[in-house]
Structure formats: C-alpha cells, structure tokens
Antibody, heavy 121, light 110 residues
Framework: QVQLQESGPGLVKPSETLSLTCTVS????????WSWVRQPPGKGLEWIAN???????YYNPSLEGRVAISLDTSKSECSLKLGSVTAADTAVYFC???????????????WGQGTLVTVSS | QSALTQPASVSGSPGQSITISCTGT?????????VSWYQQQPGKAPQLILY???NRPSGVSHRFSGSRSGSTASLTISGLQTEDEADYFC??????????FGPGTKVSVL
C-alpha cells in the first residue's frame, strides 16, 4: 500500500514562497501521476497540479504563473512551490496519487493526511 | 475554470436513499466519463468511493452508486447509515487536461 507524507513549514509570510514535499513510500513513484490538492479551512477541494514521472505537468489555470510541481525520483519525492502567497492560500495541502483504472489518468486514489499551511505575518 | 455545482447539504433517515447531484458543463462532465466521487470524514483526508462515473473501488460498499446524464453526474447512497454522515465531493476531468472539484455536499442522517 502506497503511503504519502507531506512535510513543510506550517507558517508562511505573505508574498513569500510556500514549499512542500511529499514523500512516497511502499510503491514506485514511476507508476503514476502525482498531484497536489488543497482545502481552505471549512471549504471545498481545489486541484492544484499534476506531474508524471516522465515530466508532463499540468496546472490549475487560476494558479498558473505562481505554482511549480516537480519530482525527484531518486528520493521518491514530489514537491510543490507556490509563490507570492496571500491569506487566500491558507489551506490544508494534500499530496495525492492520480491513477489509471483502465481508462484515463482520472482517479485520485491515494491521499496523504494533509498539512495545514497558514499564510500570516 | 469554474467549479462544479453541488447542493450544500442533503439529509435522510436511516435506511432511506439519497442522491447528490453534481452539475458541470460540456467541457467537463458532459465531455468525459472521468467523474469521481470522494467521501471526507471530519479531520480526515478524502477517500475515493466512485470513479469513471459508475465504478466502485474494491472495498467500497455497494450502497454507493453513480450515474451521469448530460453534464450532470449523481451519487446515490442507498440504505443510508449513520456512518455515511460526511462531506461528499465530485470531481471531473476537463477539456483543458485539468481537474475541477465541486464545493462539497454535507450528508446528514436524521
């Protein structure tokens, strides 16, 4: 069973860059797409980005220009960077495996526990 | 991209059936069979309960079923149980190779 563990600072100052890492264990990082999804306190889910081990990346248009997703296959890590943060970026950030169950790459089937990032001075 | 539309809350008595709708557009739900549903208990990460509109992952109760008509997908929970109280989110792949979630529906068992 693949396990995902997010890590990173819980507090980021406005205008700075949010940096998170997801460590993948119990499976190969080269099998799937890897994603970040966030959830502001008391609100719904927002898809942020996907990356495939071959390098294909996809971003939420509303965040494009501020966000970057990357993979380090040697460390089995997926990273997220979000620049110029504001209070609106305060959320629980989830690392998620995007899998393919016979059709397209469409199934978010394995979620990390999430990490709360607060943007505040 | 606009979020999908879901009712804020749905409630039912134990044993009843409830249905949660998820409305999108011809660029997401109406264009692809890639609609999934997630259950989220308080303080926990979401869990996959349906994928590709109608399919249940291994281990998910048969009481959960899905359908799609045009640009609207639906999740039905049959034989409602107290353990079904949770937030439910729909998600769709889009024509821009992105994903969009609904705002979530809170299910209450009366």
């Amino acid at each position: 069973q693949v396990q995902l563990q997010e890590s990173g600072p819980g507090l980021v100052k406005p205008s700075e860059t949010l940096s998170l890492t997801c460590t993948v264990s119990g499976g190969s990082i080269s099998d799937s797409f890897w994603s970040w999804v966030r959830q502001p306190p008391g609100k719904g889910l927002e898809w942020i980005a996907n990356i495939h081990y071959k390098g294909d990346t996809y971003y939420n248009p509303s965040l494009e220009g501020r966000v970057a997703i990357s993979l380090d296959t040697s460390k089995s890590e997926c990273s997220l960077k979000l620049g110029s943060v504001t209070a609106a970026d305060t959320a629980v950030y989830f690392c998620v495996r995007l899998n393919r169950y016979g059709g397209g790459w469409s199934v978010f089937d394995n979620w990390g526990q999430g990490t709360l990032v607060t943007v505040s001075s | 991209q606009s979020a999908l539309t879901q009712p804020a809350s749905v409630s039912g008595s134990p044993g009843q059936s409830i249905t949660i709708s998820c409305t999108g557009t011809t660029s997401d739900i109406g264009a692809f069979y890639y609609v999934s549903w997630y259950q989220q208990q308080p303080g926990k990460a979401p869990q996959l309960i349906l994928y590709d509109v109608t399919n249940r992952p291994s281990g998910v109760s048969h009481r959960f079923s899905g359908s799609r008509s045009g640009s609207t997908a639906s999740l039905t929970i049959s034989g409602l149980q107290t353990e079904d109280e949770a937030d439910y989110f729909c998600c769709s792949y889009t024509s821009r190779s992105t994903f969009v979630f609904g705002p979530g529906t809170k299910v209450s068992v009366l």
